[in-house]
């Protein structure tokens, strides 16, 4: 599961510089630990765990039009079961964009 990240600027290594901190409880996380755990075309999901609090955390790193948007998640899974769960066929990321804009593009006719 290494990623040539060097490759491409707009990596989920990127988010290193912004997930920094344990959300929970601000300790400053070693990132050598994060790792990657799915990756889609235009979505990457990194795993952190906290050393201090023990607390596991996701974070989604979307490459949208305009840059890189992060999310970032609280979560009982640690790297395995998150990767286990992320592998069953739920619902992808681009499904969800692809909802979104389906659901704004209505709105837009409806009110026409
Ligand atoms: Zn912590």
Not at 27 to 32: A, D, F, I, K, L
Not at 97 to 110: E, F, G, L, P
Request: include cysteine; charge should be neutral.
């Amino acid at each position: 599961m290494v990623s040539p990240y060097k490759d491409n600027p707009h990596s989920w290594q990127e988010i290193l510089k912004v997930i920094s901190r344990c959300p929970v409880c601000g300790s400053v996380y070693n990132t050598q630990k994060a790792k990657l755990f799915a990756q889609k075309e235009k979505a990457q999901m990194v795993h952190f765990s906290c050393e201090n609090c023990l607390g596991n955390f996701i974070a989604m790193v979307m490459n949208m039009n305009h840059g890189l948007s992060t999310i970032g998640l609280v979560t009982d899974l640690d790297f395995e079961d998150a990767r286990k769960k992320v592998g069953l066929p739920v619902i992808t990321l681009d499904e969800v964009i692809s909802y979104h804009n389906d659901i704004q593009n209505n709105k837009i006719i409806n009110l026409n």
